[in-house]
């Protein structure tokens, strides 16, 4: 199990390209399924997460090619189950449902656990098939749909108690590709991440129109098509290191961003004193930390909200800005394992139903720590950016799962950084 070495007190400065996003090109690779002809997905990130997708893909029996950031997939001949073993390891691949459904008009994949950042129901994903016309059974820890006689287009409403669902609206979506008639979705996840599907999906010959607002037509077709396709941006890459420049940069800039993604984070940071400026085109960002940082107040919400996956990073932030912020998240009320861990740095945080109050320290201080899930690693390594001493961050491979060579981004800006393979 690889571990990372951080000496703190080194100001990070300098420019680094952003990757293309990991929660784009998770439900994109799944949706190749839809075609047996071939597709390629340009700027597919190198995180495990994607090499896990890949695999199971393979395992369905699809030939996959990777060489630098591009994945051609063809799914010519597939199965309808997907192999346990791998599905576990991976909530996305609960994405798998809605393409092998509306391919193979039956599917098995393994039900996915609990996760650290809280419940994970898949009831609404379940509801909107069923409304497509499956018949939906749990077996053995597997859901199993079918659809002996094809699948029908529908209005279907997909909104939780903690609002719309993102890889849910993409699975219906995904199903509706395929089914006879008209699909409306209300209450549809408006992620950018859902528009790149839509847009990937569209380019395969699909009907969707509306995504990135709460409705979402879908006109059934025949068949796709195979296409080429560039992932976008990962806004939440880029928001990690947006906050790592508030907190230890000396001038941070991130090239292929989206300006519009990262609204709601660029709104966060400059409310927090610092300053982030971004160039006619929106595609590059320089962040400063400002010289005056000021607590604040973050909620998470569905986009375009404050996004619940950089909520750990921001708490980072705010643990050494003067003064008391308050963090909410009502996505995912129990995701607050990483102030456990920067307690152990020294923060002052205090938990209560979903919200974390942070009065800010003058400075951390460096010790063992456990990464417990993907954005709470990267928590860690922007607080270990400025700790005094050498935080040793343990479990590197959450990290692995969504940031691509995040030590290499770091030493590029100048961190002080050290990959230990174990
Ligand atoms: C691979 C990927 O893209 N993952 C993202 C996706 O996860 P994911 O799509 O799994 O998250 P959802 O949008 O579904 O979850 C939003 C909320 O809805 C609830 N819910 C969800 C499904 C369901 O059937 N029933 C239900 O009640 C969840 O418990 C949660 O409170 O969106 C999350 C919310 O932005 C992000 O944190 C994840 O990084
Ligand atoms: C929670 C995340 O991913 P996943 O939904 O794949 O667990 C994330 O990207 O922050």
């Known amino acids: 199990m690889d571990k990372l070495l951080v000496h703190g007190g080194t100001p990070i400065h300098g420019t680094i390209t952003i990757s293309g996003s990991k929660n784009a090109s998770l439900p994109i690779l799944a949706a190749t399924l839809l075609t047996e002809e071939d597709c390629v997905i340009r700027r597919v990130p190198d995180v495990s997460d994607t090499n896990y997708m890949v695999q199971i893909l393979t395992g369905l029996g699809s ?23 791998i599905v576990r390891r991976m909530r996305a691949s609960v994405c798998m449902m809605g393409p092998l459904l509306a391919r193979k008009k039956r ?10 950042i809280g419940d994970r129901p898949i009831d609404l994903h379940i509801r909107g098939l069923e409304a497509l ?17 094809g699948l029908k287009g529908a209005n279907i409403d997909l909104c939780g ?43 395969m010959g699909a009907k969707v129109s509306g995504a990135g607002t709460p409705v979402i037509t879908i006109e059934g077709v025949e068949k796709l098509h195979g296409c ?11 928001g990690t290191f947006m906050a790592a420049a508030a907190l230890a940069g000396e001038g941070v800039t991130l090239r292929r ?8 984070i660029t709104q966060a940071l ?55 912020s308050v963090v909410v998240d009502t996505i995912f009320p129990q995701r607050f394992m990483h102030c456990a861990e920067l307690k152990r740095m020294g923060a002052d945080i205090s938990l209560s139903e979903g919200k974390a109050i942070i009065k800010g320290v003058k400075g951390l201080s460096a010790a063992p720590v456990m990464a417990s899930d993907l954005r709470a690693s990267a928590a860690l390594v922007l607080a270990a950016l400025t700790a005094k001493g050498t935080t040793e961050i343990n479990r590197l491979y959450h990290i692995d799962r969504g940031y691509e060579h995040i030590d290499e981004k770091l030493l590029a800006l100048g961190a002080n950084v050290e990959r230990v393979r174990e």
């Open 270 to 324: 400059r409310k927090a004193g610092h300053q982030v400026h971004f160039n006619d085109s929106g595609d590059v960002c320089t962040v400063h930390r400002g010289d005056t940082p000021m607590p604040a107040e973050i909620v998470t919400e569905p986009y375009p909200g404050y996004p619940t996956d950089m909520q750990a990073q921001m708490t980072a932030l705010f643990v050494t800005t003067p003064g008391t």
């Open 63 to 85: 030939d996959v090619e990777r060489f630098s950031g591009t994945v051609r997939v063809t799914a010519a001949e597939i199965s309808d189950t997907a192999p346990y073993d």
């Open 257 to 264: 961003v989206n300006e519009g993604h990262l609204a709601a």
């Open 161 to 203: 108690d903690n609002g719309p669902t993102v890889l849910g609206t993409d699975n219906v979506m995904m199903a509706a590709t395929l089914a006879e008639g008209t699909t409306t979705i209300t209450s549809a996840a408006c992620e950018p991440e859902v528009v790149d599907l839509a847009d990937f999906l569209n380019a």
């Open 107 to 116: 599917c098995v994949v393994a039900l996915p656990g609990g996760c650290v």
């Open 133 to 149: 016309g499956a018949t939906a059974e749990v077996e053995g820890g597997n859901v199993i749909l079918s659809a002996p006689n």
């Open 228 to 238: 080429v396709h560039n992932v976008i941006p990962d806004r939440i890459e880029a």
